[in-house]
């Protein structure tokens, strides 16, 4: 799956954005077996490809490529500013009781654990997630949610959804062992995307299904 061809959801030509499959690095690691990944895959389409923003390894969706400094430029200052907006589809472990809600805990790394993140009142950074239901599955005892980062931490997500007591189905670094093995992989997806076109100022509301 992590050597399929780049999966262009959209591209002019100021900006090429790709869905990521799991597993698949954003930008290279540290190591030789660690340079397969999606930015590298995007400098072959158009050398002029540049980071913006990155997702986990195991998170699959919506990556940006600004493909000139201009487009750069104006798409670091809309993550500053907070005006684009991501929606993720999870399946979490157990039935969330609220149908909707929000967690606001800080954040920071946990050193001696990295690279997992930790909640920290005294130092952690502040950090601010939404989430709805979509279904509950009384059967398996999983909660499919809609997840909206207002901000972007690092492990954000997966952090806060295992601070309810939901860890994310999957998730290899937060989950005991019987909630990883309940799926192949993390089932953690970027699935929708909306901003303001950072050259043309057109909205543009970028869709990309999970398949899980």
């Not at 190591?31 to 590298?40: A, S, T, V």
């Amino acid at each position: 799956m992590t050597n399929a061809p780049l999966d262009i959801l959209h591209l002019d030509d100021d900006l090429l954005i790709a869905n990521k499959p799991s597993g698949l690095l954003t930008v290279p690691g540290k190591g030789p077996e660690n340079q397969h990944c999606l930015y590298k895959q995007a400098l072959a389409f158009n050398p002029n490809a540049r980071i913006v923003h990155r997702l986990d390894q195991a998170t699959s969706g919506i990556v940006m490529f600004p493909l000139n400094y201009p487009c750069l430029k104006q798409l670091t200052h809309q993550f500053e500013a907070r005006a684009i907006h991501k929606r993720y589809l999870a399946v979490v472990h157990g039935l969330v009781g609220q149908d909707e809600g929000e967690v606001t805990l800080p954040l920071i790394c946990d050193w001696p654990n990295r690279p997992r993140q930790k909640v920290c009142f005294e130092h952690g950074k502040s950090a601010h997630t939404r989430y709805k239901v979509i279904h509950r599955d009384q059967g398996l005892q999983q909660t499919r949610l809609e997840l909206e980062p207002v901000s972007g931490r690092t492990h954000q997500l997966r952090v806060h959804m295992l601070s309810l007591g939901h860890p994310i189905l999957g998730d290899r670094l937060y989950a005991p062992d019987e909630i990883i093995a309940q799926a192949p992989r993390l089932l953690l997806h970027a699935q929708e995307l909306w901003l303001n076109h950072p050259i043309s100022a057109q909205p543009l509301h970028i869709k990309a299904p999970a398949c899980f």
